[in-house]
């Protein structure tokens, strides 16, 4: 008798803690003012910048390890809404811009120049985007939220040579996959 009890109380609680609010979305609409059609594929002379200054870099890379992954491999901009995307890829060019600005100002400028200035372009039209958007809606929740609090331990926690290898290792996924998609809407799957 008393297990039966224990199946019921479980049973309850479980259709207690899953019954909580159903998150509610910002409207994909919220959206219409933002143009990033032009991020969809950067120029040949863009990538070359970019190719360029990896080559460089990854080579004078020195020994490094991470405590957790920033950017981990199964993460996928696809995962989450529409009006997440935008959000999530905002935070992720900040993290960028702020690691390879670390590396230019460390001797490393002139080969950082033409990314910098193309990622800050980027950054700063997809961060009039974001902060142009209601902010009545729901805070960051579930996968959103998992991966912005990364993002922010990774810059808080993580030695710099485990922002820079993980930056350099990231970077033509944010430039190719996740800017494409975030341009894509609705039409990323």
Do not use: Y
């Amino acid at each position: 008798m008393a297990a039966a009890w224990v199946l019921v109380l479980v049973a309850a609680g479980l259709s207690l803690a899953s019954a909580g609010p159903v998150p509610t979305s910002k409207p994909t609409t919220a959206w219409t003012d933002c143009d990033f059609g032009r991020f969809k594929s950067l120029s040949p002379r863009e990538l070359e910048a970019f190719k360029k200054a990896r080559d460089a870099l990854e080579n004078s890379l020195k020994s490094w390890s991470c405590i957790t992954r920033p950017f981990p491999r199964n993460r996928d901009l696809r995962q989450l809404q529409v009006w997440e995307r935008p959000v999530a890829l905002e935070a992720e060019l900040a993290l960028t811009l702020k690691v390879l600005g670390t590396m230019a100002d460390a001797s490393q400028g002139d080969i950082l120049d033409q990314p910098l200035h193309t990622l800050r372009h980027m950054h700063s039209e997809l961060q009039a985007c974001v902060s142009a958007q209601p902010t009545a809606g729901p805070q960051p929740q579930g996968r959103l939220h998992h991966w912005l609090h990364r993002l922010h331990e990774a810059s808080r926690k993580e030695s710099q040579g485990c922002l820079e290898a993980s930056v350099l290792f990231n970077l033509f996924r944010l430039l190719k996959k996740d800017l494409e998609c975030v341009a894509s809407g609705d039409l990323c799957v």
